[in-house]
């Protein structure tokens, strides 16, 4: 009886801890999730009122500088503001080149309704995995209602994997990295340190501000050189 109520307690126990890590997991990612969508909700909104308010803020900005240094300044923010401006036309590049490439190879694969696909997974690359993903479910679960077989699923696989590695390697640290000023190198580099060190928000926000960081790091190297120690003054 004492091993009977041993082995009853210590099943419930197990039972209650696993069933309260579940519930934890699920709770937890829950969250998870509500913060993507509110992100994904919310982005769009913010990005609005501050296009449509940037004339004022850049004046705002330009009272409060000190004359002596205006110049510096305001050529500082121009220049940060035309570096975020080329992030945005060199993301709409990329996610144009995907949407065509995606769509053109899974219609050659096959896949029914694929251009419609591939242009709503190159549209959804401007975040990050967002569109590979989608175009991957859907994909996905339009091949198994058409009873696809083996020659579609390698299609699929080839076509996105060969996609991953445009966006990845190719066309963001090119399209991307010309428009911002940054070597390719440095755009792949900064889309892995974000991507471990803050996670999703990390690769969204990787490259434009390791564009502002660089502009920071051109104007300050600037500076260094009119100093008098750089001209070996004293």
């Given at each position: 009886m004492d091993?009977?109520?041993?082995?009853i307690?210590?099943?419930?126990?197990?039972?209650?801890?696993?069933?309260?890590?579940?519930?934890?997991?699920?709770?937890?990612?829950?969250?998870?999730?509500?913060?993507?969508?509110?992100?994904l909700?919310?982005?769009?909104?913010?990005?609005?009122?501050?296009?449509?308010?940037w004339?004022?803020?850049?004046a705002n900005t330009?009272?409060?500088?000190?004359p002596?240094y205006?110049?510096q300044?305001m050529?500082f923010?121009q220049?940060?503001?035309?570096?975020?401006s080329?992030?945005?036309?060199?993301q709409i590049?990329?996610c144009?080149?995907?949407?065509?490439f995606?769509?053109?190879g899974?219609?050659v694969?096959?896949?029914d309704?694929?251009?419609?696909?591939g242009?709503?997974?190159?549209?959804?690359?401007f975040?990050?995995?967002?569109?590979?993903l989608?175009?991957?479910?859907?994909?996905?679960?339009?091949?198994f209602?058409?009873?696809?077989?083996?020659?579609?699923?390698?299609?699929l696989?080839v076509?996105f994997s060969i996609?991953?590695?445009?966006?990845?390697?190719v066309?963001?640290?090119?399209?991307?990295?010309?428009?911002?000023?940054?070597?390719?190198?440095?755009v792949?580099?900064?889309?892995?340190?974000?991507?471990?060190?803050f996670?999703?928000?990390g690769?969204l926000?990787?490259?434009?501000i390791?564009?502002?960081?660089?502009?920071?790091?051109?104007?300050?190297i600037a500076?260094?050189?009119?100093?008098n120690?750089y001209?070996g003054k004293?």
């Amino acid at each position: 009886m004492d091993q009977l109520r041993g082995t009853i307690s210590q099943t419930t126990f197990d039972f209650l801890n696993t069933l309260a890590g579940g519930v934890l997991n699920l709770l937890s990612n829950g969250i998870a999730v509500v913060s993507v969508i509110s992100l994904l909700v919310i982005t769009p909104v913010i990005l609005f009122y501050v296009l449509r308010d940037w004339n004022d803020v850049s004046a705002n900005t330009k009272e409060l500088v000190p004359p002596k240094y205006e110049k510096q300044v305001m050529g500082f923010w121009q220049e940060v503001n035309q570096t975020l401006s080329g992030f945005i036309r060199g993301q709409i590049s990329v996610c144009f080149a995907l949407a065509v490439f995606y769509a053109i190879g899974l219609s050659v694969v096959g896949l029914d309704l694929g251009v419609l696909v591939g242009i709503l997974s190159g549209i959804l690359s401007f975040i990050p995995y967002f569109g590979f993903l989608t175009g991957v479910v859907l994909s996905i679960l339009i091949a198994f209602s058409q009873g696809a077989g083996w020659g579609l699923w390698i299609g699929l696989l080839v076509v996105f994997s060969i996609g991953q590695v445009l966006e990845s390697y190719v066309l963001t640290p090119k399209l991307v990295g010309d428009q911002v000023g940054l070597h390719p190198v440095w755009v792949i580099f900064a889309l892995l340190a974000g991507g471990v060190i803050f996670g999703f928000l990390g690769i969204l926000l990787a490259v434009p501000i390791a564009a502002v960081i660089g502009v920071v790091v051109r104007h300050t190297i600037a500076w260094y050189k009119g100093t008098n120690v750089y001209k070996g003054k004293k």
